[in-house]
């Protein structure tokens, strides 16, 4: 029994490596992004979500990739790269595609559909849909990884429930709560990959 849960979080480890070099070129994308919306005024804010604009409807896709500023952006690197790396080892590519697809679209027309006025953009949603998705991972499909992720998950990040509330007029509270459902969801949804 003890060998199968090595030879289980061995795997995963594994995974992860092999993930690493990947999912860090994604997130210095992001980094570029952001450094050329820096360099052009931030023009791209125009992308952010503005709720019931239909205008804005395309920020739903495009919001996660830009960040107000870099502290906005440098605070959500940590979680999206710990969390996403963690989805991405233990389901593999093409559900992690499927899964950031969901949590995108369905946390974006949330706030779209439900948000107060103003323009939300940031990953910050898509982290809290990382993190609902873990939790509800573990709870579905208990296995020694799925829960020590959780637990993993809970201590490091654990203040991401905290975002779910009303708290600072700066912040989005509805993309970290719409995303955290967003995520929850993914684990009822078949994966069509």
């Given at each position: ?33 952001n ?88 990953a ?5 849909g ?27 990040f ?28 993914c684990?009822?949804?078949p994966?069509?990959?």
């Open positions: 029994m003890t060998f199968d849960f090595a030879n289980e979080i061995m795997n995963f480890i594994q995974k992860c490596m092999f993930y690493l070099k990947p999912w860090a070129i994604v997130l210095g994308i992001l980094w570029c992004i450094i050329f919306n820096w360099l052009i005024g931030s023009r791209l804010n125009v992308f952010a979500i503005v709720p019931r604009s239909p205008s804005h409807l395309i920020g739903i896709l495009i919001s996660p990739l830009i960040h107000a500023n870099f502290n906005h952006l440098f605070f959500n690197s940590i979680p999206l790269f710990i969390l996403g790396l963690a989805i991405l080892a233990r389901e593999g590519t093409y559900a992690f595609c499927w899964i950031t697809l969901v949590i995108t679209v369905l946390g974006g027309l949330g706030v779209w559909l439900f948000a107060r006025k103003g323009r939300h953009l940031g910050s949603g898509l982290i809290s990382y993190f609902g998705y873990i939790l509800m991972t573990a709870y579905q499909d208990t296995s020694v990884v799925t829960v020590l992720l959780a637990i993993l998950g809970i201590y490091y654990g203040s991401i429930l905290f975002g779910l509330f009303p708290t600072n007029k700066q912040v989005s509270w509805e993309a970290h709560l719409f995303g955290f459902l967003a995520g929850i969801v684990v009822f949804v994966k069509i990959f």
